[in-house]
T-cell receptor, first 111, second 113 residues
Framework: GIQVEQSPPDLILQEGANSTLRCNFS?????LQWFHQNPWGQLINLFY???GTKQNGRLSATTVATERYSLLYISSSQTTDSGVYFC?????????????FGKGTHLIIQP | KAGVTQTPRYLIKTRGQQVTLSCSPI?????VSWYQQTPGQGLQFLFE???????NKGNFPGRFSGRQFSNSRSEMNVSTLELGDSALYLC????????????FGQGTRLTVV
């Protein structure tokens, strides 16, 4: 099945800093989503971005499908940005036909 | 528009028992998928239901099963619980599955003792 690798696994930043999270995937995909998991466990949708660039406030994402990677940018970090960020991909016929998740990036924003 | 609702939020069961979890998808969404999250294995796909039929299944034993009702609500059942089944179970709702945008519920945290 398809492999998803996220880097870095852990990231500690001061409030106000910018960060870039990376997601590499091993094959072409039909869908790519970025999520933020809150302390209660819920996955919050950030971007649905199989290709191209999108922006939402301080967050933006870029997926280069031909090179099999996606980047999530967080600018002017706030303590509320802390948590685990997951990249998940979907590939028709890629195995179980569900979303395949990376192991996540654990982001800590210190005041 | 109401989001994805999972019940119960927390559950404690004994080894050997069975458990049923419930998921109500976003109105109009026909696909419901279930995922298991553990510290060791991360987030793993269990199965997907679409129009009351199981369309896809992940690599889990037959003790894990589910169903979907005509109103798209879904239940998953785990029989003969094992300690290793302790996990956060997440339900995802999407308009049609197959790569359409998925929205997750708050999860059910199951502890098996």
């Amino acid at each position: 099945g398809i492999q998803v690798e996220q880097s870095p696994p852990d990231l500690i930043l001061q409030e106000g800093a910018n960060s870039t999270l990376r997601c590499n995937f091993s094959d072409s995909v039909n869908n790519l989503q970025w999520f933020h998991q809150n302390p209660w466990g819920q996955l919050i949708n950030l971007f649905y971005i199989p290709s191209g660039t999108k922006q939402n406030g301080r967050l933006s994402a870029t997926t280069v499908a031909t090179e099999r990677y996606s980047l999530l940018y967080i600018s002017s970090s706030q303590t509320t940005d802390s948590g685990v960020y997951f990249c998940a991909v979907f590939r028709t016929g890629g195995g179980a036909d569900g979303l395949t998740f990376g192991k996540g990036t654990h982001l800590i924003i210190q005041p | 528009k109401a989001g994805v609702t999972q019940t119960p939020r927390y559950l404690i069961k004994t080894r050997g028992q069975q458990v049923t979890l419930s998921c109500s998808p976003i109105s109009g969404h026909r696909s419901v998928s279930w995922y298991q999250q553990t510290p060791g294995q991360g987030l793993q796909f269990l199965f997907e239901y679409f129009s009351e039929t199981q369309r896809n299944k992940g690599n889990f034993p037959g003790r894990f099963s589910g169903r979907q009702f005509s109103n798209s609500r879904s239940e998953m059942n785990v029989s003969t619980l094992e300690l290793g089944d302790s996990a956060l179970y997440l339900c995802a709702s999407s308009p049609a599955g197959r790569g359409t945008e998925a929205f997750f519920g708050q999860g059910t945290r199951l502890t098996v003792v």
